[in-house]
């Protein structure tokens, strides 16, 4: 698997649950999986964090992480009951990482991956692991894929904060140089860019500077937005290493006309950082 190395996970549990279903509708592809419950990267900015009030209320997002053990089998029954042979596109994951620790175990997201391509199904995989590079030999050559690392950061101490049990983000850059070279589509996701932490053109050049030469499909950069949850975890980090940035956050999140006044500076910010690091490859800016 390269030189890439996933930080330390410590002693998290992981429980071994039974689930009902595992493609299920999704406003970002036809259908999403995801092969866990909670998401052991734990990072503060995290949307899908409201999962912890259905099947772990009290518990801390991060703390806790349920292997839908079964969910080949479920997803087996699901394709043949159906009859969704090669019908539309799948996003592998929406509410946790896919290639979070617990697959290097449990391999369920292979599992399912190799029999949603052996149905002729589109899968977009998106991460910020470079566990993947493990299931590269399902990937390599196929146009109907597309690995996706989220990458916040080029600051190795500011992700080690923000994004604590994540792959660096060297690691994620290297695994998407590596799948690059197995002839993979490969895209990157800037975001959230976090205001005051990694907004500014500098960060954002010195992001784009590295993403430039792997010449990844496309890029995507998205701002901070407001879910459930996520100020509270926010404020909590924030206070920790970076209190001056509690204000301009707070204002962007909660106050209509700050948060559409600093879109449009981060539209030009990131235009200006692209630009300056010579990155030729598409720019969506989804916000
Ligand atoms: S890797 Fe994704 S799903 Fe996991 S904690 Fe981070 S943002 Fe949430």
Not at 127 to 156: H, P, W
Request: glycine share 8%; net charge positive.
């Amino acid at each position: 698997m390269g030189q890439a190395k996933q930080r330390k996970t410590g002693r998290l549990g992981v429980r071994e649950v039974q689930c009902k279903s595992a493609l299920v509708d999704s406003g970002i592809c036809d259908y999403a999986l995801n092969c866990y419950t909670g998401c052991a990267h734990a990072c503060s900015y995290c949307y899908a964090r409201f999962m912890g009030r259905f099947h772990h209320p009290g518990e801390p997002w991060g703390g806790f992480v349920d292997a839908k053990v079964n969910s080949p089998e479920v997803l087996a029954r699901q394709l043949r009951g159906r009859g969704l042979s090669g019908g539309g596109s799948v996003f592998m994951s929406s509410v946790c990482d896919p290639y979070q620790p617990a697959e290097e175990k449990f391999q369920l997201t292979r599992r399912c991956l190799a029999m949603l391509l052996e149905a002729g199904f589109e899968v977009h995989l998106q991460t910020k692991s470079a566990l993947v590079q493990r299931d590269f030999d399902l990937l390599a050559g196929r146009k109907n894929v597309s690995l996706c690392e989220t990458i916040t950061t080029m600051d190795e101490d500011l992700a080690g904060e923000v994004e604590p049990r994540a792959a660096p983000p060297a690691a994620r850059l290297e695994t998407l140089r590596l799948a690059k070279r197995a002839r993979i589509p490969v895209k990157a996701f800037v975001g959230p860019v976090l205001p005051g932490l990694s907004d500014t053109a500098e960060s954002l050049k010195t992001l784009f500077s590295q993403l430039a030469p792997l010449k990844v499909n496309e890029v995507y950069v998205d701002r901070l937005n407001r879910r459930w949850g996520v100020w509270p975890s926010l404020q909590k980090m924030l206070r920790r290493i970076a209190p001056e940035a509690l204000g301009p956050t707070r204002a962007m999140l909660f106050d209509e006309s700050g948060s559409q006044a600093y879109g449009r500076a981060l539209r030009s910010t990131v235009q200006r950082a692209a630009k300056a690091a010579g990155l030729a490859a598409p720019l969506n800016m989804v916000f």
